[in-house]
């Protein structure tokens, strides 16, 4: 899946419209008040020309900016918000952090073996490991 | 004016002793003198929630309820930089409370609250506390 560099999340701001800013420190920080009143906020990274990974993007477009992937770049492609109100797709359920940090710590498991790991699968690793005599 | 600044010390040290006081002026303008200690017993049951994933060279760990996300080189890297963003949060969130209390964030208000009586050096643990879906159930 193609990402965005941290530039093409400003110009998708730009083109969705509504997006003022809010502080600016390490990253950029932007609002936004939909309709609704419900309100969205992000961040764009001053590390202009560099990308994210796939999971990151994902991340970003379903808790921050609140659209599918697919309406993200129709925005950049067409300059104006393409929202369409669509249902995101659902995500894999991610586990908590303290969960990670636990199976690293326990079973010493590599960045490698972490890798994209599903809440499902931390639970049951560490279910092992807390069954263990 | 001078009245209350006198008592002041006074109400800080019932306070302090798990004692509440409520100080008015004028028959409004009231305020709660708590101790921190018991402010933090009151906002416990608040949970910090988290989404975290691992990447080689990207880790991210999301705070789903302030729409946070910090990225790292690492898993430590992402949680600081979580962490970081949700001081400046709480912060704006505080000063701009006037506005949050009409719109959804509303409800974020205890946990900003609790976030920002934590001592800065134990804020991380927050995030690593067990959340509502893991944890034990309360006793009886």
Redesign the interface.
Known sequence: MRTPTWAEVEAFLVADGGWTP??Q???D?YEK?LPS???????V?HAKNKS??P??FA??CR??LELTIDEFWDTIRSGKSARTGAAQPVAV?????????EL?RKLHLS??E????SFEEAKRRLDQVHSRP | MAKARDSLPAYLELARRHLPQIVTRHDRDEVALLALTDLREVLRAYRFETEAAVHQGESTVALPQFSIIGIGDSLDEAIEDALEKLREYAQRYLQRYEFYRHTDRRALFPLVLRFIATPEEQQRELLLEPQESEAAPAPA
């Open positions: 809010t502080r420190t390490k990253h920080f008040v009143g419900k309100v969205l906020n992000t961040h990274s994210m990974h999971d990151t991340m970003i808790l921050q359920k991610r586990p908590p952090v303290a969960m990670l940090l690293e960045d490698a972490l890798e994209g790991m």
